[in-house]
C-alpha cells in the first residue's frame, strides 16, 4: 500500500522531512519504513497541494494517552525525498470530485484530503498510487 501526507512542508526540495505526531486516517497509521508516500504541502499551512514523493526511512506510532477517551492514531515519520512533482496537484484541481462513490482516484484524493482539512497521513489505494505517479 501507498500512502500520502498532507502536512506543512517547508522546503519541498529538502532531501529528507521529518513528520512528528502526525494524525493518521483511512489506514495511514500502519505506514511503515520502506513505503512510498507522496508529499502534499498543506494548502491550511500556505503549500499548493502535490510537492513531492518519498520513501518511509522510520515509522514510530505515538502511545495513547490514557487521559483521554477518544483519539485518532498517530505516528512520526522520516522521509527521504526521491522525486519532485512535475505538475500541480491540489484543492483546487480536485474539489470538483465529489461523486464519492464514482471510483476515480481523483475523488478517492479529495475525499481523504479535502472533505475534512486536517494535515493527515492517508493510506492510498493503487488506482490513485498510479495515479499520482503520472504528477512525476
Known sequence: M???IKAEI???RAETFNFAGQ???YGGKNIAEGD???LFASENE???G???RGVVTSSESIPKRPDLERQTPRVSIAVRHTALATKRLGRGELKRFKDWKDGRPETELNFKFYRQATNK???ISDAAAAFLEGFF
Open 46 to 48: 500556505g503549500g499548493q
Open 36 to 38: 512510498v508516500v507522496f
Open 2 to 4: 501507498a500512502y500520502a
Open 121 to 123: 497521513i492517508v493510506g
Open 50 to 52: 502535490l510537492v513531492a
Open 23 to 25: 494524525k493518521t486516517m
Open 10 to 12: 517547508e522546503d519541498p
